[in-house]
């Protein structure tokens, strides 16, 4: 075969796995590499595209020695830079906190110029105290700001103010700070643990009094991830706030607002660089639309995962009783999805009596300011109150205690490669 022949069918080979990579599929990505190499094993490109795969199919080993043979290949090249990120990356997802800095020191060694990475260093160097060398390497906050929502959408299951036994539960009762004594309660937190990371929920977190002001002052010191309908003032508050320091977790709900209404807002989000996820409940009704749903974000690349809906609804438990056409959709969808839907159904929750670093490295907030060490059955362990200064992390992690863990991101020591990408994604990772 002549070398011409021999370069185009590499090409082709080439453009079959990036258009595999645009889909998510790993594995037939992993091939097509695979067969370019074969035609052409100095193409580096391919083996560094080989070296992400096996990353983000958490095969670290593989991916290390790949990434190594391209340095030894040619330690000067150009994709130098990239990467010894993706080393420090492969490090950091193991765990191994003073090995992925050396990397990272590499590569800017390559490039002294790369702005990115050093505002992901100073963001480290943030983080306080021990927790910074134990993944996910910053503390994370779950805020429940309040349960009021301008939706009433048929299959939500929190906790609604209009319910007859609402402010029996005194948790639920949210207490409504002004700005400056918000920042001073997180200014506190600051202190003792450093930059955090927030996600606000609810209910609806914009409804909040004076919600615009108080992401923009909290936004200073801690990184924020906003769980929202998205039904405020996008243009209004994409001026005020950082994309840098803010992340949209956006949730489409089909009865409320039409695609084409979200996918506007979306679109004002993505022209000021905001980092967005698109999140919709598998509610029976939708799933026929689920992949009309995605396919606008996907063309932005934009995630688009499926929740599983949870408990009763029209006499049906759920997870528990999707059909099995409903389940195959939900299953088939994406990594993520399946990995959530698995957990939800039962799959996979073998984790009461062995150690866990939710409380150590995460705090559930609810409305009334009081901080449990997780989301499971009412949290199981108080840590205090975030608003009197009586809340303190553990500083070790702790046997879970939870008979049914409903959560499949928990922290389970020793099974950091279940969860740790569900923490660590490009805010916590200086990927290129």
Known sequence: MNKDILFEEEQKHLKKGYDYIKKDDWPEAIEEFKKAL????????????????????????????????????????????????????????QGEYGLAMKEFEEALKVNPDNKRLRMWIERADQVFGFRKEIAPYRVFFTWGMHYQCNYKCSYCNTPKPEDHFFNEKEKNRAIYLGVQEWLQ???????????????????????????????????????????????????????????????IDASFHPEFVTLEDFLHKILILNEHRFKIVVSCVAYPPFLERIEEYKQPFENLHIPFIIHPLSGELNGKIYPRDYEMEEISKIYN???????????????????????????????????????????ADGGMLKLGNICEDTFQLLDNPLPCECENCPCWKCMIVGEEERWISQWLDDWEMPAM
Request: net charge positive; with cysteine.
């Open 38 to 93: 074969e035609l052409n094993p100095s193409n580096i490109w391919a083996h560094i595209e080989l070296g992400k795969l096996y990353r983000n199919e958490l095969k670290c080993d593989t991916a290390e020695k790949k990434f190594r043979e391209v340095l030894n290949m040619s330690p000067d090249n150009e994709q130098a830079e990239q990467v010894y990120i993706c080393l420090g990356e492969i490090h950091r997802m």
């Open 185 to 247: 309660v997180w200014d506190n937190i600051y202190k003792k643990y450093g930059s955090c990371r927030i996600r606000l929920d609810g209910g609806e977190p914009s409804i909040y009094p004076s919600f615009n002001e108080l992401v923009t002052a909290i936004s200073q010191q801690h990184l924020l991830q906003i769980n929202t309908n998205l039904s405020f003032d996008l243009q209004n508050f994409a001026k005020k706030v950082s994309p840098d320091r803010v992340r």
């Open 333 to 375: 969808f994406d990594e993520a999805s399946r990995l959530i839907m698995c957990w939800k159904k039962g799959e996979n929750k073998t984790v009461k009596g062995k150690l866990c670093r939710m409380g150590q490295i995460y705090g559930r907030i609810y409305p009334n300011g009081d901080v449990y060490r997780c989301c």
